[in-house]
């Protein structure tokens, strides 16, 4: 079975400092991985996703994420961190076995300070 | 506007009682999805439906139903029989959910606090 391990329940950066979020995943099959962003209260919205191709992903934001299949990670970068990407992040991860449930990681919690 | 809407935005329970949490979609997609979140746990599939008349269980559907008669609309019920039920609830849906990759879309969520 699949599975994700974010690396950190929290993650304090300064305002204007490179953001990492690490995501690590376990699946038999060649994955599809996903970073969604929540804010306070509010659902999910997809930041970026990688299904095939081009192992670098750009999202919106300015995230992006790199598809390493010898680290088996999908970890989350932003150069310059600002105030309002403080929130929490998930990674997840689709099984190519036919149907399109999601597996989550148990996030990672993104503080800024200025 | 397109998109997904969950209600109540919070919904009491009290002990013995089931409680119904409303998912409607106007993006015409096939599938549909619940998820459960609990701080620290991240989410959690509690059931899905990929297609009008049937719907699949998750990782944790004890204590949970569902049904889906119409494509628009996937109604949870909590049961008296889930013992713990305070949790934020998300529901979601994509287009077709037979096909790998796609983007689920996510409602704003039903936060359930037991009485």
């Known amino acids: 079975a699949q599975s994700v391990t974010q690396l950190g329940s929290h993650v304090s950066v300064s305002e204007g400092a490179l953001v990492l979020l690490r995501c690590n995943y376990s699946s038999s099959v060649p994955p599809y991985l996903f970073w969604y962003v929540q804010y306070p209260n509010q659902g999910l919205q997809l930041l970026l996703k990688y299904t095939t191709g081009a192992t670098l992903v750009k999202g919106i934001n300015g995230f992006e994420a790199e598809f390493k299949k010898s680290e088996t990670s999908f970890h989350l970068t932003k150069p310059s961190a600002h105030m309002s990407d403080a929130a929490e992040y998930f990674c997840?991860?689709?099984?190519?076995?036919?149907?399109?449930?999601?597996?989550f990681g148990k996030g990672t919690m993104l503080l800024v300070s200025p | 506007d397109g998109g997904i809407t969950q209600s109540p935005k919070y919904l009491f329970r009290k002990e013995g009682q089931n409680v119904t949490l409303s998912c409607e979609q106007n993006?015409?997609?096939?599938?549909m999805y619940w998820y459960r979140q609990d701080p620290g746990q991240g989410l959690r599939l509690i059931y899905y439906?990929?297609?009008?008349?049937?719907?699949q269980k998750g990782d944790i559907a004890e204590g949970y139903s569902v049904s889906r008669e119409k494509k628009e609309s996937f109604p949870l019920t909590v049961t008296s029989a889930q013992k713990n039920p305070t949790a934020f609830y998300l529901c979601?849906?994509?287009?077709?959910?037979?096909?790998?990759?796609?983007?689920?879309?996510f409602g704003p969520g039903t936060r359930l606090l037991v009485l």
């Open positions: 993006l015409n997609h096939d599938a």
């Open positions: 439906s990929q297609i009008v008349n049937d719907f």
């Open positions: 979601a849906s994509s287009a077709q959910g037979a096909l790998p990759g796609e983007t689920q879309y």
């Open positions: 997840a991860v689709i099984s190519n076995s036919g149907y399109s449930t999601l597996t």
